[in-house]
């Protein structure tokens, strides 16, 4: 904590677009959040729209790569909270690029949490774990081709408790990253949210049946992932889905409002 009582948080990735709009919203609020980011370099992702993208100041600013041990934990060093945002995000990525930052990297975060003592997590999966059903299983493949016909009145929700069913590296990634944050709360007591994520884009709007039912609005996003932070407060192991509310949602947020007092207000 800072010597006025605020929380000093860390945004890995900060300058992606999951992570500037995490920095932006958090840091807004001064008299809760101290808050600093890391990343391999401080120029933006090229997802985040130019008049968008907040600056973080030089001296709470770490340029870290994730699978520089060292670094990150040096990034890390003095933090009551870490959002570990930072990784590559694109699921055509090949295996090298996914395991120097998806794999390694999150081991290097979880790894200087424990060594430094910190016990409060939130790790960005994406709600690729489950891909394979939105590939391969009806309705959830009539919702991805839009065959509007063919879907439910009710469609039947993923949740926490299905199998996971990744499809490439990347979301084979987020499937390892929950279990080692699942090691680490258990072994060392670290209170960690996994964060399911949905589609967010540039754009901050979806068109058609396959975006709508994947699609995570701007202020959703922010908002669980603050309350995500809140609720690490108290000790405990958590895997939520994000996802902004439509007619073609397919996995679970009642969960998430339970856990962690979410609700979906769109853009």
């Known amino acids: 904590m800072t010597s006025d009582g605020r929380l000093k948080v860390l945004i890995t990735g900060v300058y992606g677009l999951i992570g500037n709009l995490a ?25 985040i729209d130019d008049t968008s993208i907040l600056p973080v100041p030089v001296d709470h600013f770490t340029k870290a790569d994730l699978a520089d041990a060292d670094a990150v934990k ?6 009551d909270a870490v959002i570990h945002l930072g990784a590559v995000p694109d699921p055509g990525a090949s295996f090298t690029d996914v395991l120097n930052s998806n794999i390694i990297g999150t081991y290097n975060t979880l790894e200087a949490c424990r060594e430094l003592g910190i016990k409060r997590l ?24 839009g065959r509007a016909a063919d879907i439910p009145a009710s469609i039947p929700k993923l949740t926490i408790k299905h199998p996971v ?15 080692m944050c699942r090691t680490y709360a258990d072994a060392h007591g670290i209170s960690t949210v996994c964060l399911r ?24 996003a922010v908002n669980v992932i603050e309350l995500a932070l809140k609720a690490t407060e108290k000790p405990g192991f958590e895997i939520c889905y994000g996802m902004t509310e439509s007619p073609y949602r397919w996995v679970d947020i009642e969960h998430t409002h339970d856990r962690l007092g979410y609700v979906s207000q769109g853009r």
């Open 74 to 79: 040096s990034a890390i060093q003095g933090m």
């Open 197 to 220: 994520i949905g589609w967010v884009n540039k754009q901050n709007a979806a068109n058609g049946v396959y975006e709508q039912a994947i699609w995570f609005s701007h202020r959703d």
């Open 165 to 179: 069913r990744p499809t490439e590296p990347y979301s084979a990634s987020k499937v390892w990253g929950e279990g």
């Open 23 to 47: 920095y932006r919203h958090l840091s807004g609020q001064k008299d809760q959040y101290d808050v600093y980011g890391s990343g391999r370099r401080a120029v933006h992702s090229n997802r």
């Open 122 to 145: 939130i790790y960005a999966s994406s709600v690729m774990v489950n891909w394979g059903y939105f590939m391969y299983e009806e309705p959830y493949k009539a919702i991805r081709e």
